[in-house]
């Protein structure tokens, strides 16, 4: 079901501070609201959120995990990512959509009409804070999200801490499953672009986002016990028609934004040959959905790009090779800001069965995960894709080879997930890029950013010096 976006300006209060009897009252717009309603802060949270990350998986997100090449304005591309450009910097996005969730669920916990925006808060705060210490390690957390009520100057938390503590994000994905179950009165949850209104969903919601996450640690943490036990209550989000995503539009402001930018922006992004290499072993058709014939092609063949390129060494021209699809600037109605999907809880389950973290028949899982891939990106399934190379035990593959490089084509423009799946399983093999800035070695995390310096140097200090000067380099926890 196509749920239409529309935007809505929130107006920011400031606390004020009174020196005078009056000068509260005086000095208070008697026309403005003195407080914003949770389900338009729901509302823009959530597409906010959801179209940042959409566009920086785009332009930032599908370099690191070679999906695309950038032919200019790469610096990105060839690993300074101390130098975003074109993107590169998610850092606000999180912490602006994370401060104005904060309200709702501080709202929620307040004021007994809005108590149905807790869980959803809860769930959104677990989404929004893995997605972020997932990609940066230790971060401002716990002292970080209260706005002109809070520190200013917020201490870096142990990513191990922000994932297993009380109010980190399994316990946030608990207590706001609990929050949804406990709550029964008939008022209802409003702004929600995401599922309607329906809380039920929002339980399927935080049950995938825990096997998804748990699998994540689960280097570091036993999570076999978690894992199974939902898995045998089958309540995640098991067909497309479940997805926690939200569909892009036409029309402006609602279509995607690289179909909003000028000509050369999208331009700049082609196929990369780790994509190609991968795509063409498979046989795999949605090439042609995600992708299309680079322009000097008198066949309809299909050409990617090494990442990473010096554009003042390598000259290229643009018409040698595939740009993106129609889905991602003609027809972004065909395109969804995508938080988890079935085919993605598959895979994740996939990968627990393979690897015994749970009792559960792994190639079916695999084989239903990609079924639902295609689906998702409206392209029909070959009748031999999977008894080919995509095989759940092709020749000289392994099983988790083979969900995670499914799981990594599926993930186009979803956010950083295509790298941070690399990052943790090594899959699927990345090529050396072109024009290194980081010695031909592929960063690990994202570095914090210049302004985090600059605003809260003490903590920043102390962070850095943990991660060897804020190096690239560095592990997060759940991958040391």
Partial sequence: MKNIIYIFTIVGLLATVSCTKDFEEINTNPNAPSSVQPSLL??????????????????????????????????????????????????PIFYTNLRDNEIILNQSKTIETFRVYEGPALILKAYMAAGLTDLFGDVPYFEAFN???????????????????????????????????????????????????????????????????????????????ALQNIFNEGNYISFNAQNAVFNFTNTDPNSFRLAQLRVGDFNNFVMSETMDDILTNLNDTRI???????????????????????????????????????????????????????????????EAAANNLITADAQNLYETGITLAFEYWNTDLPANYLSGNAAYNA????????????????????????????????????????????????????????EEEALNNENYTAAAATTNDNSINVPVWWNE
């Fill in 395 to 450: 020749p000289g593959t392994t099983p988790t080879q083979q969900i995670i490089t499914q799981k990594w084509i599926a993930n186009v423009i979803n956010g950083y997930e295509g790298w941070v799946e690399f990052r943790r399983t090594g899959f699927p093999e990345f090529q050396t890029i072109s024009a290194s800035f980081n010695n031909d070695i592929i960063p690990v995390r994202m570095p914090y950013p210049a």
């Fill in 147 to 225: 706005g002109v009520n809070g520190t200013v100057t917020p201490g870096y938390d142990l990513q191990e801490d922000i994932y297993l503590n009380e109010n980190g994000i399994l316990d946030n994905l608990d207590k706001g499953i609990a929050a949804i179950n406990a709550y029964s009165d008939v008022i209802p949850l409003e702004g929600d672009i995401l599922f309607n209104g329906d809380l039920d969903a929002w339980v399927r919601f935080a049950n995938s986002l825990k096997i998804k996450h748990l699998l994540r640690i689960s280097g570091q943490v036993d999570v076999s016990a």
């Fill in 42 to 91: 729901l509302r823009q949270v959530i597409y906010d959120f959801g179209e940042n990350m959409s566009y920086e998986g785009f332009v930032a997100g599908d370099l690191l995990s070679q999906h695309r090449t950038a032919l200019d304005f790469n610096l990105f591309d060839r690993h300074a990512l101390k130098s975003p450009q074109l993107g590169g910097n998610p850092w």
């Fill in 288 to 350: 042609e959905t995600l992708f299309r014939p680079f322009s000097n092609s008198t066949t309809g063949e299909f050409n990617g790009l090494i990442n990473g390129i010096d554009p003042s060494e390598t000259s290229v021209a643009l018409a040698d090779y595939s740009l993106a699809g129609t889905a991602f600037r003609e027809d972004t109605s065909t395109l969804d800001a995508n938080f988890i999907t079935a085919w993605e809880v598959h895979f994740a389950l996939a």
